[in-house]
């Protein structure tokens, strides 16, 4: 009951925090190319409203435009754009390591707003996707020896999604323990930190084989994204 009352206080007063904007970044800007075994392609999607194409831009080219429509390209689509604050940075790269065995991962870099990261299980439903099963995995990782990821059995099992989140001190496969961290930092040290998301998925004929090749794709890939102590150009300033 009191342990209630406290959550909901620090949810209350996650939503109104405002606190000094602390620059550093949760994790490195860019996903690696390569991670162990895996060579990569970015996904680029098209910023016309109209044509919403998106691709695994080829390496050996260089496209500076929408192969359909010309129209300009991004690492984000228009709906993310649309629907997040500016200052939310979202990069997405397929790894292969044969034509069969590919894993899609995705950073949302999110901003100083809570909402530049949303509960993933309510966006994935969103797109259509069921959930059959979820779970936690743990996983240790040298910087993280409680390293946990959360992951969704999807679409039956044809695909399995994992996630967890970072602050780049902390990492948690819980939206709601993000939240409380958010909470903690704004009412505690008066400080709002970003936060990133990082998510993979991949299509699964066999579960455990397909978590077990996630894993040790996520012992190479984790000290890839973390990032520098402090930034290498000053922050932005933030006038929100
Ligand atoms: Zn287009």
Redesign the pocket.
């Known amino acids: 009951m009191v342990a209630g009352v406290l959550v909901t206080g620090m949810l209350l007063a996650a939503m109104t925090t405002r606190g000094r904007l602390d620059p550093a970044m949760p994790v490195r800007h860019r996903l690696p190319t390569t991670v162990g075994p895996y060579t990569s392609t970015e996904i680029l999607y098209?910023q016309?409203e109209s044509?919403a194409?998106s691709f695994m831009r080829d390496p050996t080219t260089d496209v500076a435009a929408?192969p359909?429509?010309m129209?300009p390209l991004d690492t984000a689509s228009l709906a993310e754009k649309q629907l997040l604050p500016a200052d939310t940075e979202i990069d997405r790269r397929v790894y292969m390591v044969t034509p069969h065995q590919r894993i899609t991962v995705s950073v949302v870099r999110g901003g100083y707003e809570r909402r530049s990261i949303h509960k993933p299980q309510v966006c994935l439903v969103g797109q259509g996707h069921t959930i059959t099963r979820q779970y936690r995995v743990p996983l240790a990782l040298t910087a993280s020896p409680d390293f946990e990821l959360m992951a969704m059995e999807m679409d039956g099992s044809d695909q399995i999604f994992a996630y967890w989140f970072t602050d780049g001190h902390r990492v948690t496969a819980s939206h709601l323990s993000r939240l409380l961290w958010i909470a903690w930092d704004g009412v505690i040290h008066n400080k709002r930190r970003r936060w990133a998301y990082i998510s993979l998925t991949s299509t699964s004929t066999h579960t455990d084989a397909t978590l077990s090749h996630m894993k040790r794709f996520i012992q190479d890939l984790h000290p890839l994204l973390i990032s520098p102590a402090r930034p290498a150009s000053p922050p932005a300033k933030d006038n929100r």
Request: aromatic residues 0%; hydrophobic residues 10%.
């Open positions: 098209c016309s044509c194409h929408c359909e429509c129209a």
